[in-house]
């Protein structure tokens, strides 16, 4: 910083397409603080340097910066700014605890690797104050390469371009032909003559494609470029993928460009030459695909039955089978085997094994060495997902693994009450997100309780297991809900330092009669009844509880034999 004259750098937890989970190459946010969880975005100052996260990994921030001389900044909590609050501040001298005096900083980031969007804000709030903006400049990957190169650092992951295959039409449910005339429609109707897609999820999801670049997220590198009547694909496979500029450069005058900001890397943002118009807006490809057609649908229950029935092989062998000195890394590698046996092609994220006080840790990682061993009472908290050929696949269960406190068994209850109230919830046309979370989480709030994390994300088809734009929690935007959408139900309540209770299905959104949405249960696998206080439910819950189990019953017995289906029968009686 000190060398290119910048007084503040900024490093977002990203790559160049405003992926949520990236390949191991793009972390340099993890490389420069240790922090590890996916949401992280770091501003470092001459003598100090600030990690902002949500809380989801609250926890798992306090411990992986311990030491470390980064203040944690947790989003969401009275009296923390966002980063470009915290940005304007300095600007403005506002802040006096470890900044000292910014007046007109020069402020440096990766343009390749920050939001168009984000870039475009901090170009707004922070230039009139004074703020010199320079992006050239990636400092995180030439420390990374140099320490690697005096062998103070590991190597930097490379990437190494996996195999890009075709999704069936039985699972994708409509051609490409398809989906390229609904997207030059809706690019005719804001005159738009290219169309650039940066997002992996939109481009995997536009061509019927999937890949491997990405752990868990079946996608590949790559670039498009729609125009009206043909299209270019830059990826990283065929070798073309960083002509993307150029090609965007060579657009001719007159002619006008889309491409979403937030998706679009700040360096994209400002490729196209000064006669090209612009349209700075949401990819209309985000809800085409959010939107699951017939097939998708029909796909995605199918590949729900089969993992409940891994599922239920799981929990048979946690609770019935697992070895004494079995401990949480080899409790989640055991559930990966258990998928792979069957149909999943891998994880859709790593598998979560949480013991005891670790599942108070909203995002934990079992280490692979030195793990907790599993005891014999109390919660193990389990949150994982598959990548089927037909789906993917997001579910958690939290298992007794032995005997439970009153406490537990009524806090279980409770969890189970506030997923039963989004689960039976009827939306109504002006009803968006983030009412569905406030409901949800009533029966939480009649207790004095709360969970520090969303409520419910989108899912994609044989794609990311987070899929925008229905993302539901107390701090997003009110996104409208749309029929056919697939998303999570999964709240639950944490005790730092005892245990987590979480739980999790899939539901999609689907249109009734009477233009109401009302919410399907598509994951197929019992709840925990040893932790379920019926005392504690209505009588509207209770009903809701036994016909669901009725339902995984008679789904997923020709799916097991033996001591599995034995062990189902006894899970789903009624309670």
């Not at 062998?151 to 930097?156: I, K, L, T």
């Not at 429609?185 to 738009?192: G, H, K, Y």
């Not at 598998?351 to 907790?372: E, F, L, Q």
């Not at 197929?524 to 009903?543: G, H, S, V």
Request: glycine share 10%.
């Amino acid at each position: 910083m000190k060398y290119y004259g910048i007084q503040v750098y900024y490093v977002p937890s990203g790559d160049p397409h405003g992926s949520e989970f990236v390949h191991d190459h793009f972390k340099c946010c993890e490389f420069l603080t240790g922090f590890s969880g996916e949401n992280a975005t770091l501003i470092v100052l001459p003598e100090s340097a600030f990690l902002w996260t949500d809380g989801r990994f609250f926890l798992q921030a306090e411990q992986e910066l311990a030491g470390s001389g980064i203040t944690l900044m947790k989003i969401g909590e009275t009296g923390v700014p966002t980063p470009l609050g915290f940005l304007t501040a300095l600007a403005e001298g506002t802040l006096n605890d470890r900044t000292g005096e910014y007046d007109g900083y020069v402020l440096g980031f990766d343009g390749s690797t920050v939001s168009g969007a984000s870039g475009m804000r901090f170009e707004d709030e922070l230039e009139d104050l004074g703020v010199e903006i320079v992006t050239e400049h990636d400092l995180a990957s030439e420390i990374w390469d140099d320490m690697a190169e005096r062998g103070q650092a590991p190597a930097r992951p490379v990437i190494e371009a996996g195999e890009i295959w075709e999704l069936p039409i039985d699972s994708a449910g409509e051609t490409v032909d398809s989906k390229f005339t609904r997207v030059r429609e809706a690019m005719a109707e804001r005159s738009a003559d290219y169309l650039l897609v940066s997002d992996l999820m939109e481009i995997a999801w536009l061509f019927n494609l999937r890949g491997s670049d990405i752990a868990y997220t079946p996608v590949f590198y790559a670039y498009a470029l729609i125009g009206p009547v043909s299209a270019r694909l830059f990826t990283m496979a065929h070798g073309n993928y960083d002509e993307i500029t150029d090609a965007i450069t060579a657009i001719e005058t007159g002619k006008t460009i889309w491409y979403d900001p937030e998706t679009t890397s700040y360096a994209l943002c400002y490729a196209a030459g000064d006669g090209v118009g612009l349209v700075e807006e949401t990819s209309p490809i985000q809800r085409m695909k959010a939107a699951k057609n017939d097939i998708e649908l029909a796909a995605s229950k199918r590949a729900h039955v089969r993992d409940g029935a891994a599922m239920v092989r799981y929990l048979n062998y946690i609770k019935n089978h697992r070895p004494d000195d079995l401990n949480e890394y080899e409790a989640g590698r055991k559930l990966d085997a258990i998928r792979l046996e069957g149909s999943a092609i891998s994880p859709s994220f790593e598998t979560i094994a949480a013991y005891g006080a670790n599942g108070a840790i909203i995002h934990y990682t079992a280490p692979p060495y030195d793990s907790a061993l599993i005891g014999q009472e109390g919660f193990l908290l389990v949150d994982s997902g598959g990548q089927y050929m037909d789906g993917t696949t997001d579910i958690t269960r939290t298992i007794a693994v032995g005997p439970l406190t009153q406490e537990m068994i009524d806090n279980y209850t409770h969890v189970l009450r506030s997923h039963i109230a989004m689960a039976t919830a009827v939306i109504g046309p002006d009803q968006t997100g983030r009412w569905l979370d406030s409901i949800s989480r009533e029966p939480l709030k009649e207790i004095g309780l709360d969970f520090n994390h969303g409520l419910s994300h989108g899912v994609g088809h044989v794609l990311s297991v987070h899929e925008p734009p229905n993302i539901m929690s107390k701090i997003a935007d009110p996104q409208p809900l749309i029929p056919g959408m697939i998303m999570s139900d999964e709240p639950g309540l944490y005790f730092e330092g005892r245990y987590g209770i979480r739980i999790e299905n899939e539901v999609y959104c689907r249109l009734r009669e009477d233009r109401n949405i009302v919410l399907d249960t598509i994951t197929f696998c019992p709840y925990e009844r040893d932790a379920i206080n019926k005392d504690l439910l209505t009588d509207a819950e209770l009903k809701w509880i036994n016909e669901y189990h009725s339902l995984v019953y008679r789904t997923l017995t020709p799916l097991l034999e033996g001591d599995d289906l034995r062990f189902l029968g006894e899970a789903c009686r009624e309670i």
